[in-house]
């Protein structure tokens, strides 16, 4: 590994290629917050698809494409005298450190459980008396993530279930209740109405809802574990897909327990 120094003189390395890129480059001169914005959020999934597939080589890639937006936001802001990268990073340590008072003040926490809920006490303090527990949640959060995020901060101030597994009778009811919708819905295979499509979706969401619960009283990540069987059933899929076209066979003229077949012998590989 590298030394601080040679960490100081890589990150100084960053700052002058950004200012060779923002003054000599037409397409970096024209970028905007508004124009890097959807490809900050690109960036960002790249790395998370590295993550799950804990490829580090493609990690540290990605994370160098992450920490150039974050460069590039900061020249751009510096150009009008707005914040520069000092700014970013003494706010953020500043932060840090109001956030961490068991590390730089006086109060203590002796494990991880204890420390998000003294993270949550504290980032009450920072804000008005306007804040509340989930005031700080994006909107723009995909939902599984936001569903993980809002229950968390609701534990860490004390709404939670004694014991994890009690959840478990919250998501056989919501099971129940989800079935007993669609059954009523669609007795005989009927298009349902609107009106039965809006209880089946409240009834689905609230499954979801439990089921999420489930993950974080189980300490995982329920987008990662969704995302890691969205991975395996491609890899599967693309499997029976090669295999019907070397048997010359296309996959809807394929039957049902052909493809099937094809799938247990996708998952013994």
Not at 124 to 146: C, F, M, Q, R, Y
Not at 166 to 195: H, R, Y
Request: net charge negative; charged share 35%; glycine share 4%.
């Amino acid at each position: 590994m590298h030394t601080r120094q040679e960490q100081l003189q890589a990150f100084d390395r960053l700052l002058t290629v950004m200012n060779d890129l923002r003054e000599k480059c037409p397409w970096d001169r024209k970028q905007t917050f508004e124009s890097l914005r959807q490809n900050t959020i690109e960036e960002a999934n790249e790395l998370s698809a590295a993550i799950i597939g804990q490829d580090m080589t493609e990690i540290s890639k990605e994370l160098g494409d992450v920490l150039l937006h974050i460069v590039f936001y900061a020249k751009i802001a510096s150009e009008t005298d707005r914040f520069d990268i000092a700014d970013v990073c003494n706010r953020l340590c500043d932060k840090l450190i109001f956030r961490h008072p068991h590390v730089y003040g006086e109060q203590a926490a002796a494990n991880a459980e204890e420390v998000s809920k003294l993270w949550e006490q504290v980032k009450l303090k920072e804000k008005d008396g306007n804040h509340t527990v989930l005031g700080g949640i994006p909107d723009s959060l995909p939902a599984l993530v936001k569903a993980y995020r809002i229950q968390d901060k609701a534990a860490n101030v004390g709404f939670d279930w004694e014991k994890k597994e009690d959840v478990w009778d919250k998501v056989k009811e919501e099971i129940g209740e989800f079935e007993t919708e669609a059954l009523a819905a669609v007795p005989q295979g009927e298009n349902p109405s609107e009106e039965q499509k809006q209880r089946m979706e409240s009834e689905l969401g609230d499954l979801l809802f439990a089921l999420v619960n489930v993950a974080r009283l189980y300490k995982l990540k329920p987008d990662n574990a969704l995302e890691k069987t969205n991975q395996k059933f491609i890899r599967r899929f693309n499997y029976i897909e090669q295999q019907a076209k070397e048997k010359g066979t296309p996959l809807n003229e394929m039957s049902l327990d052909q493809m099937e077949e094809l799938w247990q012998e996708a998952k013994r590989q």
